[in-house]
C-alpha cells in the first residue's frame, strides 16, 4: 500500500472517531481556536509557511494532511501558502543536489543501459518529468526536486514544470479543507 492510500484510510478514520466522538465541549474548543486564527491570521500563515517548508524539505508524508487542515483553519489560503513553501524548498534542493557534471553519472550508470536510458529521456522532456512529478501524490517533493536536479533536468525546464503543475496539489487540497467548516459538525456552528 503507498503513503498516498494509507494517509487517506486513516484520514478518513481520523474524522469517524472525531464525528462519532464528539462532545458538546469539543465545538467550544473548536469555536476557540478558531477565534484564535481569526485574531492571529498573519501568524498563523507565517506557522503554516514555515511548517510546509520544513515538510518540504524531507520526505515527511504529512503535506496533504497539513495543507487539509490549514485550509479548513486558514481557508483556501492555504493552499497558495503551502505553495509559496513548496517553492522554496524545491529549488533549495534542486540547488543543493545539483550535479556540475552529468557525465559522473552516465559513468555510474554504463552498467545498467535501461536506466541510464530512462535518464536520457527525463533530460530531454524534462519538463514532462517534473509536472509528473508534481501531479502524483506518491512521489515526494524533497524526491521530486531532489531526482530532477541530479539527472540533469535544466534548471529552465525544472522552474517551469513546477510553476505548471506545483501549484495543483496545494490549492485543490487547501480548497478541500476549507469545504471543512461547512461540515455539520456543531449545532448552531458555521465553521468561521
Known sequence: MNSAALISI???A????IYFNWEADSCLRLEAAISYVNH??????????L???????TVLPLGTVTV?????????????????????????LYELAK????????DRLVEYPRLLKLINTMRHRGIVFVVLSR????????????????????RQDYLLGLFLAGWVRPILFGMLGALGRSAPICPGFSGI
Open 14 to 17: 481520523c474524522a469517524i472517531l
Open 68 to 92: 487539509v487542515a490549514a485550509g479548513y483553519i486558514l481557508g483556501p489560503i492555504a493552499g497558495a501558502i503551502q505553495f509559496v513553501s513548496l517553492v522554496a524548498a524545491s529549488i533549495l
Open 135 to 154: 501531479l502524483l501524490p506518491m512521489i515526494p517533493s524533497a524526491i521530486a526536486s531532489l531526482s530532477a536536479s541530479y539527472v540533469g533536468i535544466s
Open 51 to 57: 511548517w510546509s517548508f520544513f515538510l518540504f524539505l
Open 10 to 12: 486513516l484520514s478518513a
Open 99 to 106: 550535479e556540475k557534471d552529468n557525465r559522473v553519472l552516465d
Open 40 to 49: 492571529n491570521f498573519i501568524v498563523v500563515g507565517i506557522v503554516v509557511l
